[in-house]
């Protein structure tokens, strides 16, 4: 299939030159070319912030949400129909921040999406505050004296709550990150891919080279299966690891464990709706 399928006629991209957005949206568009997965398949949701744009450039079914409250919506949209590929995108202040409690309490959910955070480790849509990843002593417009807080870990976090599938990936390295890509959307249940990209406005200190330099991939001797390796791996800060940390395929899935799937298993969207039924459980409510 050919990645051209995906794009939109005339869309004007509001993305720096050099923004490491364009490197994902490539990588998003080859990915879903390559799994001969179509645009009628899909729904990207997405928040507020630059990565949240990225779905208003890709041509699929959208929707754009309240900054941080994507993957709620993204969980509905897969329980009223399993049958499409729900991928959440967007940022770390929307995802880690705002969408802070939405993130934990999604992963003990295990909703099967794919949550593709672009993690530039700055607020770019804003101007440049501090995010929840940005590391100490950096400085910004707002935190002038330089950031004090130890950085949100995600993957670590992920990892303790027992997510099914976490990963890390650069924006710069689109083999790898395909590979990653094409692997959480074959997963089955919540996929976690947090995605080192440069803001090149904003960030001058987590540069490109900055990236390249300061991380290296997990080699084939990782067990992606053993937990606690896994969190030791994620805690890892003089170089940060690339790759696939851990995959677990125990928990059932959000959709599974939906009553109304246990005995028909057709999309909830098909079904009749039963306005007696539905009036008599009002009943009782009152």
Same mark, same amino acid.
């Given at each position: 299939?050919?990645?051209?399928?995906?794009?939109?006629?005339?869309?004007?991209?509001?993305?720096?030159?050099?923004?490491?957005?364009?490197?994902?949206?490539?990588?998003?568009?080859?990915?879903?070319?390559?799994?001969?997965?179509?645009?009628?398949?899909?729904?990207?949701?997405?928040?507020?912030?630059?990565?949240?744009?990225?779905?208003?450039?890709?041509?699929?079914?959208?929707?754009?949400?309240?900054?941080?409250?994507?993957?709620?919506?993204?969980?509905?949209?897969?329980?009223?129909?399993?049958?499409?590929?729900?991928?959440?995108?967007?940022?770390?202040?929307?995802?880690?921040?705002?969408?802070?409690?939405?993130?934990?309490?999604?992963?003990?959910?295990?909703?099967?999406?794919?949550?593709?955070?672009?993690?530039?480790?700055?607020?770019?849509?804003?101007?440049?505050?501090?995010?929840?990843?940005?590391?100490?002593?950096?400085?910004?417009?707002?935190?002038?004296?330089?950031?004090?807080?130890?950085?949100?870990?995600?993957?670590?976090?992920?990892?303790?709550?027992?997510?099914?599938?976490?990963?890390?990936?650069?924006?710069?390295?689109?083999?790898?990150?395909?590979?990653?890509?094409?692997?959480?959307?074959?997963?089955?249940?919540?996929?976690?891919?947090?995605?080192?990209?440069?803001?090149?406005?904003?960030?001058?200190?987590?540069?490109?080279?900055?990236?390249?330099?300061?991380?290296?991939?997990?080699?084939?001797?990782?067990? #992606?299966?053993?937990?606690?390796?896994?969190? =030791? /791996?994620? $805690?890892? +800060?003089? !170089?940060?690891?690339?790759?696939?940390?851990?995959?677990?395929?125990?928990?059932?899935?959000?959709?599974?464990?939906?009553?109304?799937?246990?005995?028909?298993?057709?999309?909830?969207?098909? #079904?009749?709706?039963?306005?007696?039924?539905? =009036? /008599?459980? $009002?009943? +009782?409510? !009152?």
């Amino acid at each position: 299939m050919d990645p051209k399928i995906f794009d939109i006629d005339g869309a004007d991209i509001a993305w720096c030159p050099g923004c490491g957005d364009f490197a994902i949206l490539k990588t998003i568009k080859e990915t879903l070319a390559e799994m001969e997965i179509s645009p009628e398949e899909l729904v990207f949701v997405s928040g507020i912030g630059q990565a949240g744009k990225l779905p208003h450039y890709i041509k699929a079914n959208v929707f754009n949400g309240l900054h941080g409250r994507s993957l709620p919506v993204s969980t509905a949209i897969k329980a009223v129909n399993p049958e499409l590929i729900v991928i959440n995108v967007s940022g770390d202040g929307c995802t880690y921040g705002e969408g802070g409690n939405h993130f934990i309490h999604n992963i003990r959910r295990n909703p099967d999406i794919i949550n593709i955070v672009h993690n530039n480790m700055v607020y770019g849509l804003t101007k440049g505050q501090a995010s929840p990843t940005s590391q100490r002593d950096f400085n910004t417009p707002l935190q002038i004296e330089g950031v004090s807080l130890e950085p949100f870990n995600p993957l670590a976090i992920a990892i303790a709550l027992n997510a099914s599938f976490v990963a890390r990936a650069f924006s710069g390295d689109i083999k790898q990150t395909k590979e990653i890509l094409k692997k959480a959307i074959k997963h089955k249940g919540y996929a976690l891919i947090d995605i080192f990209q440069p803001c090149v406005t904003f960030n001058k200190v987590n540069t490109f080279q900055w990236f390249k330099n300061n991380t290296y991939y997990l080699d084939e001797s990782h067990d #992606r299966f053993d937990r606690e390796e896994a969190f =030791k /791996k994620s $805690i890892e +800060t003089e !170089k940060y690891p690339l790759g696939i940390f851990y995959m677990n395929s125990d928990n059932k899935t959000f959709e599974e464990n939906i009553i109304a799937y246990k005995t028909n298993k057709s999309p909830m969207y098909q #079904r009749d709706l039963d306005i007696d039924k539905l =009036k /008599k459980l $009002i009943d +009782t409510k !009152k």
